[in-house]
């Protein structure tokens, strides 16, 4: 009989620690849940406040930047408007009747207009700074194929070929400038 009483005092336990194990289980799954909602709700949150003071920041950066952009693409068509070879012809005049020293004068202060405006390539797009490096070194070219043509032995005649040709075609500059313009205009 004595056997029997131990058995039924261990079932009894048994029982005892099962509703226990039960009864923590039943503690615990509410209370996991509770703390997985809140961690949810508030990586949520943080990560809607960092979105949030990301947007501001990007949009107050966009409000300072803004002005120096827009200063940098004015420089830079007042860049292309000067090395337009008809422009640059009227405002650079042959120190003497030798072609060769003419053609270098333009080609120089191409270079030197380009080289003053080097900075401005940081608040542009890479796109609009290549288009404006092309248009430089084609306005460039069209000096340099103009002087080497046979009917061109004087600074004068240079000026008046390159002016037949600006006649036939529009200027580098032009597709760089057209560039520029519908860049600022999706800025807005």
Known sequence: MYIWVEIIHKVKCYIMD????????????????????????????TKNEDGRRRFLLKKEMQV????????????????????????LLIR?????????????????????????????????????????????NATI???????????TDSANKLREVILTEMMDRRPPSDAALSFIKQEVSDIW
Request: charge should be neutral.
């Open 64 to 87: 300072k930047s803004l002005p120096m952009r827009l200063q940098a693409y004015e420089r830079l068509t007042i860049f292309l408007e000067r090395i337009t070879p008809s422009k």
């Open 92 to 136: 650079i005049s042959p120190k003497s009747s030798n072609k060769e020293s003419y053609e270098s004068l333009l080609i120089q202060t191409i270079e030197q207009e380009y080289e003053h405006n080097l900075s401005q390539q940081i608040y542009v797009t890479d796109q609009c700074w290549s288009i404006i490096s092309a248009a430089k």
């Open 18 to 45: 099962t509703d226990r194990i039960i009864d923590l289980f039943l503690y615990a799954i509410p209370t996991l849940i509770t703390g997985f909602i809140a961690y949810y709700f508030f990586r949520e949150h």
């Open 141 to 151: 070219q069209l000096v340099r194929k103009a002087s080497l043509l046979e009917k």
